[in-house]
């Protein structure tokens, strides 16, 4: 009994030495870094490799933080263009911590990062987005206008003036872009690159995920958007019948010059039989005129009138010459 109680201090003794030994070290993960503080004052690091560090139990606190890229996602804004375009715009952006002493001293944690991020980039944003006419947030910077050709080209539409929204078109569609998104999103990375290192962080790249009118416009721009392309389906139309009446009269002309050139054919052929049997009654009526008159005569003898005209004449009529006098 009295042995137990004797090895009891050395079990508790062990145990302290153990406890201590294993707060007396820490580590550090891949894609971690770490400042390590005494009552709240940095006294070691920035560990920002990986492996095994020693600290001073109790005493010493270790702060770990993100090496590698994070996230941050904007709250939809309502910002007016130059144009006076009032729309929504989303916007994303990565950045990371680049020096957590720094970033300790000032924001402290991730989520103090993100509520300064919410200040900075929604300023460089809306500063942006306000100082720049809404297709060139739109557009690619190599994209270039296109206009409808006047002859047959119907991929390359430019509204007619006149119209109701022709003025918003031609901006819309002819308006040659000078900056582009891209350079619109890397002038906003500059801006908050200015404004961040004083946090420890850096903002690696800024982007829009989502442009769209606000909802109080989105009606009058659908009917519009509606409109121009009922205009651009009348124009189609109106272009095909002109087509289809080319087509037709092409058609009919070409049927025209079949028809005469088919009757003239005819013509000249018939006229070619009627020759040839003229020249074959003539040598027929040469060789025997006296049997050619009796067989014509007799020919009309049995002739049939299919409209029963009256025939008057004397019995000493030349007609009846065969019949008064058979030799």
Known sequence: MSTAKKGLPIV???LIVLMAASGSFFIVKEGKQAILTQFGKPVGGPYQKAGLYFKIPMIQE??????RLLKWDGSPNQIPTRDKKYIWVDTTARWRITDPLRFLQTVSSERGALSRLDDIIDSVVRDQVSSNLLVELVRSSDWKPVFRSQTSGYEKYMPEKGTSSAEDDQA???TEVKRGRQTITRAMLAEASKLTPQYGIQ???IEIK?????ESVQKQVFERMISERKRIASQYRSEGEGQKRRIMGQMQKELA???SEAYKKAQKIEGQADAKATRIYGDAYGRDAEFFALFKTLEAYG???DQRTDLILSTDSDFYRYLRSPK
Do not use: G, P, S, W
């Open 257 to 259: 010059r079949i028809r």
């Open 62 to 67: 270790v702060h770990e933080f993100e090496k």
């Open 12 to 14: 508790v003794l062990l």
């Open 203 to 205: 903002v690696v790249d």
């Open 210 to 214: 989502r442009i769209n009118y606000v």
């Open 303 to 305: 002739a049939k009138d």
């Open 172 to 174: 819309r569609i002819d």
